[in-house]
DNA sequence: AGGGCTCGCTTGTTTGTACAAGTTCCCCTA
DNA sequence: TAGGGGAACTTGTACAAACAAGCGAGCCCT
């Protein structure tokens, strides 16, 4: 049963990206929207404030809400998910585990994951057959036995870990930016050294809040990058000043 | 005048900021909230939204909201502006012209600009006195004179002009991907030709969707990074293969 | 023609109520 | 002791109503 907002919100996102409200041009007001559907002011808000949220839509209060664009930014999933982003976009992709170990958590490791003994992963993903990210993750001891049990050329760790143990992850926080290549970076994405690379690290979590993971990916230079809409009054995305957290 | 739901945000953030909520654990229910405010529920569920927007508190349904962490990402104005975030930050900060002309609109500038005739500007910013940013910034014509009116080291654009012609950029799409540092990008950065930078190219638009500038902005690698909170059903960013709006 | 003002429209905030849906934990039973 | 069944609690959805705050268009006056 999906929410009455959810399906307003729906049937307003198809008539933005069909054209019949073009770009920069006011949305109908919300009394009017909620006699169309036959809905209260306040359930046709929540529509909208999807809408606001993928930044489809900009509002001010006083002014009629006006369509910002036709681009909708993607899922958690997708930002989490190489092979839900990729399959998303309809792209072929794939993945093949390098180098594998159990070993102790670095200082660091075991704060951010709460336990001691993890499980290290090197992992390449490839998009339409060329290398484009170089995952290396480092997971929690408690899940380390279901992805150990994973193929190694398996094409998506989420969803297998998804439907081996239930496993569901929920919250991610996220770091950008730039580095060079190392030696081992450039072997394996068919780089030169000292190449650009766009770093994402990442710690994620589930439901409870019970971390699972912290990753290092690598993307090469150009194969990928990250978009993002906000608006004053909603902000998902931060700068840093350098290396303040993730060090090992 | 601050509205009700906000000041409740900010006094929850702040009790998980100063670890009356330790990361983890649970925050007290809408109702108890609501009791100790002296508000209404659906006013405390606004507040607590606001907080899960941050980042700062997960929640599920039948399930109380946990703590997840205490980093708060900053605002939309700190985003876009690099004197907002500096400075929010405690940090020093400054910013040079280094060019400065008029000239036609690109085939790609005019379709984001909406305008034949632009303003480019290329400045260099610094932190604690050391550059770290360099800044490539069309301007449509209609902000033009506003801006060429501005001084060459001026440390804060964008309440520059919000102070001289009252214009408040509103909205922005980010695109962040990395680069190696060009000839020119090595000089004024003070790193090697070919080192990565982390490239953030923008649109931003004022209130009414009208576009005002579109830049390219390139950080040297290890100063700033950028950070991302999201979870389940809130989807601030996303994935992009290569290059494909921001053409010039 | 231009500038200022008012009025209607639209979005923002707050409260109250009711029910639905999911979680947690305790107790009881096999 | 392990598991099932509830009951109590908590968050999610929906509706209704009222007022505040801001915008824009049209009107009037100079």
Redesign the pocket.
């Known amino acids: 049963?999906?929410?009455?907002?959810?399906?307003i919100a729906e049937e307003l996102r198809k008539e933005i990206l069909s054209g019949a409200h073009p770009v920069g041009s006011?949305?109908?007001?919300?009394?009017?929207?909620?006699e169309r559907y036959?809905?209260?002011?306040?359930?046709?808000?929540?529509a909208?404030a999807v809408l606001a949220a993928e930044g489809l839509v900009g509002?001010?209060?006083?002014?009629?809400?006006i369509v910002l664009g036709k681009v909708r930014s993607q899922s958690f999933a997708e930002l989490h998910s190489f092979a839900q982003w990729a399959r998303a976009n309809g792209n072929r992709y794939g993945g093949q585990v390098v180098e594998q170990r159990r070993r102790r958590a670095s200082g660091a490791e075991s704060a951010r994951l709460g336990c001691d003994d993890v499980l290290e992963v090197l992992r390449v993903r490839t998009l339409e057959g060329e290398p484009v990210l170089l995952e290396r993750t480092v997971y929690a001891g408690w899940v380390a036995p279901a992805v150990e049990g994973l193929p190694a050329d398996c094409g998506s760790v989420t969803e297998a870990l998804y439907e081996s143990v239930g496993l569901v992850f929920a919250y991610g926080e996220h770091l950008i930016d730039a580095v060079a290549a190392g030696a081992v970076d450039a072997r394996l994405l068919g780089v030169r050294r000292g190449s650009p690379l766009l770093r994402q690290r990442r710690t994620t979590t589930t439901?409870?809040g019970r971390p699972v993971e912290t990753s290092d990916d690598r993307y090469r230079a150009g194969s990928v990058a990250f978009s993002i809409r906000n608006s004053i009054g909603a902000n998902p995305l931060a700068r840093q000043v350098g290396d303040l957290r993730f060090e090992r």
Chains 1, 2 share one sequence.
């Open positions: 049963m999906v929410a009455r907002y959810e399906r006011p949305l109908p007001s919300e009394t009017e929207l909620a036959g809905a209260a002011r306040g359930t046709v808000r929540q909208v509002s001010r209060q006083g002014a009629r809400r439901h409870e």
